[in-house]
């Protein structure tokens, strides 16, 4: 059974920094692309950041390059997303996905909304003075 679990959220002041994990069970975690999506209530499910399997590739989105930073632990089956200089249009629930290498690299969405398969619960991270 596939299981994906964000944790690490919460709330914090502008200016200020949250390190998210996600740790992955029931697939071979170093074989898939991994990627943090957001979705703020009435917005789309954004894609913030990918990292290809073996973690020598990542792409961001532009609203957060310079700011956040994903990386992977493969040993222990877990992707991180340092995030820094937060801002509060940064508030959202955060998704860990497994993800295909096409969809990181050409997509800025997912239609539909952040869930499925392969799909975390997410982990609310809300940026508020």
């Known amino acids: 059974q596939v299981q994906v679990v964000e944790s690490g959220g919460g709330l914090v002041q502008p200016g200020g920094s949250l390190r998210l994990s996600c740790t992955s069970s029931?697939?071979?975690?170093?074989?898939?692309?991994m990627a943090w999506y957001r979705q703020a209530p009435g917005k789309e499910c954004e894609l913030v950041a990918g990292?290809?399997?073996?973690?020598?590739?990542?792409k961001y989105a532009d609203s957060v390059k310079g700011r956040f930073t994903i990386s992977r632990d493969n040993a222990k089956n877990t992707v991180y997303l340092q995030m820094n200089s937060l801002k509060p249009e940064d508030t959202a629930v955060y998704h860990c996905?497994?993800?295909?290498?096409?969809?990181?690299?050409?997509?800025?969405?997912?239609?539909?909304?952040?869930?499925?398969?392969?799909w975390g619960q997410g982990t609310q991270v809300t940026v508020s003075s």
């Open positions: 996905h497994a993800d295909s290498w096409l969809t990181i690299t050409v997509a800025t969405s997912k239609p539909g909304g952040c869930t499925g398969d392969y």
């Open positions: 029931g697939f071979t975690f170093n074989t898939h692309p």
């Open positions: 990292i290809s399997s073996l973690g020598a590739s990542t």
